[in-house]
């Protein structure tokens, strides 16, 4: 009973905000099934590092020194040191994407690099805010759509906001189905969105399948050599999925090693939400910053297919360009969706699929070019 007396003792207001941070998070994981693998180990997290004298934190204990807690030994040594969870939810996230669609039609990769430009707009914003520039890089980096990639940058950068960054980003993954329509919408006219593509079937051979994942790691490695390792261990995965040799550790990948690290990457990030770091002015800035990446990202995917429309003998829907972004595959469904409700048989998966996975090369390379720039 006296310890229960001195815990209560200790607790303070920013504490309490984040018990009900965590228990939202529960609560959109759960009611919603919004990303329900990260988002609830996140927001049970939030909890156990913010009670007070929590044992999973390291610890002076009188009469026993400093006791280490599990939730910062993993950060420390999951994130912190090496940043071996997110580069290894890549291997996952690789051997689950299948690039024929985007191989079929290479122009989608153009897509896949344009959607990308509300990372650089919104860093700009956040250096004018105030923010310093590598805080205001890895706040950027959120628009990737991206969540290891913005945890990745915002760690190797050593933002002071890595659990903001890290909510900001998968909370918006998470968030897509209710974001990315309002966006394309604003750019959007009924009839654009109703605009048919007519859709080759995939003839890609199995040589070209295996070789792509070597040229991209190669090509990354010489023009943006900080994003070795995130493209890498993505193209790693892809190589396992395509090689036809390996199919039972594909599917390890795809399934127990993804849902493990996604598990562990959950509880790890929630160091980072103790309640004297997370409950500022800051975090509701970086949120609002968030959410500003994520549309400038949608819109510039939509406009730059208007663009290239202009150029092109065969058109492109432009809500495909929104599907450039990293969320791979809840945008392509956005856009598929989107399509189906301007005219039931306009049908743009594929299309959609083939730009979500160059948004998912894209994002990598981008978090890669602003470690180049920033570290």
Request: glycine residues 10%; neutral net charge; charged residues 10%.
């Amino acid at each position: 009973m006296a310890f229960l007396w001195e815990g209560l003792a200790l607790l303070t207001w920013k504490q309490v905000v984040m018990f009900a941070v965590g228990g939202l998070l529960i609560w959109l994981a759960i009611r919603k099934k919004y990303e329900p693998a990260l988002l609830l180990p996140m927001g049970f997290g939030a909890i156990l590092v913010n009670l007070p004298l929590s044992g999973v934190l390291n610890q002076m204990t009188e009469g026993v020194g400093e006791t280490h807690g599990i939730i910062q030994w993993l950060f420390e040594n999951g994130i912190g040191i090496s940043e071996a969870f997110p580069l290894l939810l890549f291997i996952g996230i690789g051997a689950m994407i299948d690039f024929g669609p985007l191989l079929a039609n290479p122009k989608l990769f153009l897509f896949g690099a344009a959607a990308q430009v509300g990372i650089f707009l919104t860093v700009i914003v956040a250096a004018a805010l105030g923010f310093d520039i590598r805080d205001a890089a890895a706040i950027g980096v959120i628009g990737a759509a991206d969540g290891p990639t913005s945890l990745l940058v915002s760690q190797v950068l050593g933002s002071k906001y890595v659990g903001a960054i890290a909510v900001a980003a998968y909370s918006y993954m998470a968030l897509v189905p209710i974001i990315q329509p309002f966006a394309v919408k604003l750019v959007t006219t009924q009839k654009e969105r109703a605009m048919h593509m007519p859709y080759a079937a995939d003839k890609v051979s199995r040589r070209t399948r295996i070789l792509f994942p070597i040229v991209v790691t190669m090509v990354a490695g010489f023009v943006a050599p900080a994003s070795v390792a995130l493209v890498g261990f993505l193209m790693f995965g892809n190589l396992v999925r395509e090689c036809g040799v390996l199919n039972t550790l594909s599917e390890t990948a795809q399934h127990e090693l993804a849902n493990l690290i996604t598990l562990l990457l959950g509880l790890t990030i929630s160091f980072s939400m103790r309640a004297e770091q997370f409950v500022t002015k800051e975090t509701l800035l970086i949120l609002c910053l968030g959410l500003v990446a994520f549309v400038l990202d949608s819109v510039g995917g939509v406009l730059f297919a208007k663009i290239l429309n202009l150029f092109c003998k065969n058109k492109v829907n432009p809500m495909v360009g929104a599907a450039g972004i990293s969320a791979f595959p809840m945008s392509a469904r956005v856009i598929e969706k989107l399509g189906m409700e301007a005219d039931r048989t306009n049908h743009l998966l594929m299309h959609a699929v083939g730009a979500n996975v160059a948004g998912q090369i894209a994002s990598v390379v981008a978090g890669g070019v602003i470690l180049g720039f920033f570290m």
